[in-house]
């Protein structure tokens, strides 16, 4: 059974940067894409960036510039370098691939 285990999320300034770590445990294709949503509080969840097999990335408008997405395929890891953090950055952080979902880690912007 392949599970996937976020971890970085906390509470941070306006302004400042956190790191997401997602981890792959089990068998998982380097081929599948991986992403990370978010879920604001009384809101959807959203895509925020996903990254392809061939490294092309897609980012939601609202984080293009300070988002970074990137994998490490050898260790089944993705990361989200997020930097300039918004308060509507908040929210609770999901890591995706394919059917599969992670079990989410905070993230609160907040003076």
């Known amino acids: 059974q392949v599970q996937l285990v976020e971890s970085g999320g906390g509470l941070v300034q306006p302004g400042g940067s956190l790191r997401l770590s997602c981890v792959a445990s089990g068998s998982i294709s380097n081929i599948r894409p991986m992403a990370w949503y978010r879920q604001a509080p009384g809101k959807e969840r959203e895509l925020v960036a996903i990254i392809f097999s061939g490294r092309t990335t897609v980012y939601v408008d609202s984080v293009k510039g300070r988002f970074t997405i990137s994998r490490d395929n050898a260790k089944n890891t993705v990361y989200l370098q997020m930097d300039s953090l918004k308060p509507d950055d908040t929210g609770v952080y999901y890591c995706?691939?394919?059917?599969?979902w992670g079990q989410g880690t905070q993230v609160t912007v907040s003076s």
């Open positions: 995706n691939s394919m059917t599969i």
